[in-house]
């Protein structure tokens, strides 16, 4: 299978039959997608009896016309036409397929037989079938993108299984907007052949793969999803989100895929028992991913908070207790060090006040102090990133100096703000890399999604709530607790 899945994942040439020059249907958009992925146009044969060229390619007849045999090839033809082209592509000598044709199972009786029929004749034949009713794959190193969405991701480690096509494609599009960098994505579909363990298996020893999600509806094999996961987990960390947690849901999650939901403590406990990290939202999920990727791993529970303001302080108090996490004590070299920069007012406490100050050797100085304390085990910043810009603003404003400075010393100040607070990060990325312990920065307001992206740069982590901070870092936590009691590390 795994020998099979890299021709999936790594193909050197692609036939995608059912091409079309018809906007609206999947063989045209498809093929659309793959080429404005950079995938080599000589490298895509289109297949169609009924066209000689698509979309500026030279068209082929049939399957056996090919002028040679491709690693991989999509079929986006009717439901009834399916296996007799597995037929033909075997003849032929294709032997990897992405079914993206629908009206399999999902839909009835009808569906469910022809889907049959493709099972029997995929293990007849020996056939590597991905779907059906699925949305494609990506590949990002191998420039593809061949599925119903025009997504162009960041290169990255992470891989992903979706069961549901749409769901998966629409957060790889938000990745986009994230900065998040993306692998290899495949939508299951179906899983007449292939199931989402399969691929999780596969993306376990995937090198180019340091993270897996995976979006779920529904497992038939438990077992076999648990043995699979329990051994990956140990290796790299896989975080799942499983939808259907209702009746309601499951009913939808049949109607959908096909799949079984089953009930849903059964599936906590083998989230639990096999190490898969359990997303609570689509969006928690990506932040998730977010955090494996670029933080190191808590070695305790013992949290540090740095805040501009008491009131933020005491919030991020509230979601440290509530994530299960505790607040450090601030020990001896802490407390001298803020003793020394800060005004004799400030907390005197965890999380520490720095009551309005915004220089930036006094963050840098504290930060590091926090981070050196082996009575620490992770820290949370709390609105040092904003705060330059919305007091330089204010200063601006209450001299009446906005309105005369020109165009370049507005740039000029907003860029010397930007430095000030790559500054920052990119000591924070060095602490961690020093210390082996997490920083997370939060920002409520003041710079703007797309500046905290261009700031986050793929390699540090900023959340726009203390909430979510805490979460996260206790979720990362739990893994880390699983991969010890497991003898991982």
Known sequence: MEKDLEKVFNPTSIAMIGASNVPAKWGSFLLINLMAGGFPRDKIYPVNPREKEIHGLAAYPSVSALPVTPDLAFITTPAATVPGILVECADRGIMNLIVISSNFSEVGEEGARLER????????????????????????????????????????????????????????????????????????????????????????????????LAYLEGV?????????????????????????????????????????????????????????????????????????????????????????????????????AMAGLTLARLDDNVMKVCDELLPPFWSHSNPVDLVGNIYMDTYLSILEAMATSPEIDAMVVLGSLGTGTIIGLNVLVSQNLIMEMSEDALKSFFTELKGRNIRLLTRAKELMRMYGKPIVFVEMQFIGEESLRELEAGETVIFTAPEKAAVILSRMLQYRLYLERKGAI
């Open 220 to 320: 038939d094999d438990g077992r076999g999803f648990i043995d699979i996961v329990s051994r990956i987990s140990l290796r790299k960390p896989v975080i799942v989100l499983k939808s259907g947690r209702t009746d309601e849901g499951g009913k939808a999650a049949k109607s959908h895929t096909g799949s079984l939901a089953g009930s849903d403590h059964i599936y906590d406990a083998a989230f639990r028992q096999s190490g898969a990290i359990r997303a609570e939202t689509s969006q928690d999920m990506l932040d998730l991913a977010k955090a494996f990727e670029r933080l190191p791993l808590p070695p305790g529970d013992r949290l540090g908070i740095i805040t501009l303001g008491g009131g933020w302080g005491v919030l991020a108090t509230d979601a440290t």
């Open 117 to 212: 029929e493709l099972v029997q004749t995929g293990h007849r034949l020996g056939l590597t079938i991905v779907g059906p009713n699925t949305m494609g794959i990506v590949s990002t190193r191998r420039k593809i993108f061949a599925v119903g969405a025009p997504v162009q991701l960041h290169p990255g480690d992470i891989s992903f299984v979706s069961q549901s096509g749409n769901v998966g494609a629409n957060m790889l599009g938000w990745t986009m907007n994230q900065g998040i960098g993306f692998g290899k994505f495949v939508g299951s579909g179906n899983e007449a052949l292939l199931h989402a363990e399969d691929y999780i298996a596969y993306f376990g020893e995937d090198d180019e793969t340091r993270i897996i």
